[in-house]
């Protein structure tokens, strides 16, 4: 609410607090005028209301007169604190949105903070919920808490002062009791709501999430025709929200019944009180009116107080999840000092490296290799080996639990995650892009590129020419997760990104595994171009691609069981060559299969052919 980098929303705090100041003291001012109107047309007000001449008839013009210029006066009154109040809220609302814009900006930048782990962890729907809800409840905070509870507190003041010193401390009593009953009894009930809103926030969130991981999975939905099983999971969130809501509803009704029946009371006691003061004399109709009119007045504040509590107490509950994320601590952090990292050669190298997701099962046992500069280093293994972490201590992902992992000789524990991160560059076995244009995509590995440059990384790719073949070109949309290409032409996206980012560290992690083996084929020559000249780290599942790396680990249980290179591994007659002859025999099972079905198409062509009309 008071940015020190921000001085001109400073002032806006100044001269907003200064109109509500203003307009609360108008406010009640009002109802005096109302009192003098009344009084003046009643003639209790002491004015002379007989002429000279004794005709009582002749002062009347001038009563009338008085108590026009009375009720325009309150009603002016009236029109200058609504429009006080109005500027006091357009002179905050930047204010209150440029905090909550801050607020939400760093919720996200501590999102992105956080480990791979948490965000595994957690479900991606859910987690938007959460953001989006924590946003508005904070906006709703910063509205209610400054721009109304402030300026109510302030007029409870006022009036009570007023009835004090003109009514006496009878009715400050009455209506102190009164607003300390409305008090009790709205927190006590808001309270008890609060538990029914968690249900419903719960059940949102649930169903946001099932509807997200619905919609994302929309190909798999489809696959297996499980359309009405996840229509009936939504709808078994949604009617969790149903009965939460309709108990939202329903406890508000009687909380406004609660409040309005203690303030009924209240009102009613102090209006009694005047009547008795009239019928005595001690008060004119003037004032009768005056204490009906400030305590209608009073009950719009008082409501609205009740309003903002329950408000206040959503918005807190809405925010308290976000605040927890706020409070999580990030796994992976600088160190103090951290300096970035200084590749000169782009040697990588594992020294005894431990590492395990959980504590009580181990991954890495004592890894230990090394990538020369310039060199290309694979690492293969059956599925669980480890391969895949190794590449995410390498992002420093993770912390390892014992050992190092340098990079020129300097642990990456050691230097800021940026400079890592901007040394290395990917091509990943599953391909996610944003849903934006295929320029996008590409420029993302280095976003201040000109358009020549992502031109010419698409055609180093080998993806230029498809591109130009699309309606609309380079701005051609991928759609969710780039789901309207295919496996191979978003590897060759992801490979122009990684060359438009030209790293001196290059990874391939699995970057062929998942295409057939003709494509696998043509993207295998366009990961040779990128990795040409780069201390390159291979993560491989078909040794087909591997074959002509430096060096090949083979990688069992988080052990190197077997070191070499290709010709070296076939000779040891061990694990690596027994992948070889599996896979060999799984290659040339497809590849008959290939010509088997080229075969039958060939003939069927001649017969076709052959075959008189």
Not at 281 to 310: C, E, H, K, W
Request: aromatic share 8%.
């Amino acid at each position: 609410m008071w940015p020190s980098e921000r001085p001109d929303l400073k002032m806006r705090v100044v001269w907003a607090s200064l109109f509500l100041v203003l307009a609360k003291l108008l406010t009640v001012g009002v109802p005096y005028f109302y009192k003098w109107a009344t009084d003046a047309l009643d003639g209790s007000s002491g004015t002379v209301t007989a002429s000279p001449s004794g005709d009582e008839t002749g002062w009347l013009p001038i009563v009338l007169a008085g108590a026009i210029t009375l009720v325009v006066s309150y009603n002016v009154a009236r029109v200058i604190s609504v429009g006080l109040n109005q500027l006091r809220d357009a002179l905050f609302a930047r204010v209150g949105q440029h905090a909550v814009r801050r607020l939400a900006y760093r919720t996200f930048v501590h999102m992105h903070r956080l480990s791979l782990r948490f965000h595994l962890e957690r479900r991606t729907g859910g987690l938007s919920r959460i953001i989006e809800r924590g946003t508005k409840g904070i906006e709703a905070i910063v509205r209610f808490t400054i721009l109304n509870t402030i300026p109510t507190i302030l007029e409870f003041a006022l009036v009570a002062i007023i009835f004090g010193f003109a009514y006496g401390l009878s009715y400050v009593a009455v209506i102190a009791v009164t607003i300390w009953l409305y008090g009790w009894f709205t927190i006590k009930a808001s309270d008890w709501r609060i538990n029914i809103r968690r249900d419903m926030n719960d059940s949102d969130t649930d169903a946001n999430t099932k509807a997200i991981d619905s919609l994302l999975n929309f190909e798999t939905v489809k696959y297996f025709g499980n359309e009405a099983m996840e229509a009936e999971r939504f709808d078994r969130s949604m009617a969790r929200y149903e009965i939460a809501a309709t108990r939202i509803w329903t406890s508000l009704g009687w909380l406004n019944f609660g409040q309005g029946v203690i303030f009924g009371t209240g009102m009613a006691i102090v209006m009694v009180m005047s009547a008795l003061a009239v019928r005595d004399g001690t008060q004119t109709l003037g004032d009768f009116v005056f204490v009906n009119a400030m305590l209608m007045q009073l009950s719009i504040p008082l409501n609205f107080i009740g309003f903002v509590y329950r408000e206040i107490r959503q918005g807190l509950t809405d925010i308290e999840e976000m605040f927890a994320l706020l409070g999580i601590e990030a796994e992976v952090v600088d160190r103090s000092g951290a300096k970035p990292l200084v590749v000169s050669d782009g040697a990588i190298r594992f020294d005894d490296v431990r590492f395990g997701y959980d504590p009580a099962r181990e991954i890495l046992k004592g890894v230990s290799f090394e990538v020369p500069p310039g060199k290309s280093v694979a690492i293969v293994g059956p599925s669980g080996a480890g391969k895949s972490t190794i590449s995410r201590l390498l992002f420093r992902f993770y912390d390892v639990k014992a050992g190092r992992i340098t990079i020129d000789g300097q642990d990456i524990a050691g230097v800021t995650q940026e400079s890592v991160r901007a040394a290395i560059g990917i091509v990943p076995q599953d391909t996610v892009l944003f849903n934006d244009t295929i320029a996008y995509n590409i420029r993302y590995g280095r976003t201040d590129a000109s358009e020549e440059e992502v031109v010419r990384a698409a055609e180093l790719a080998q993806i230029a020419g498809f591109i130009e073949q699309l309606p609309d070109g380079f701005s051609s949309m991928v759609g969710e997760r780039g789901l309207k290409l295919s496996g191979g032409e978003k590897q060759r996206v992801a490979i122009a990104r990684t060359i438009l980012k030209a790293p001196p560290i290059l990874v391939l992690d699995e970057a062929t595994s998942a295409l057939d083996t003709h494509t696998e084929q043509e993207i295998q020559s366009a990961l040779d171009l990128v990795s040409k000249n780069r201390t390159t780290l291979t993560i491989a599942h078909r040794l087909s691609t591997i074959i002509n790396c430096d060096e090949i680990l083979v990688l069992k249980a988080g052990e190197i069981v077997e070191r070499g290179s290709h010709r070296e591994l076939l000779a040891m007659n061990g694990l690596y060559a027994e992948m070889w002859a599996m896979q060999r025999e799984a290659t040339e099972a497809e590849e008959a299969l290939r010509r088997a079905r080229e075969s039958d198409e060939m003939g069927v062509l001649e017969r076709r052919r052959t075959q008189p009309v």
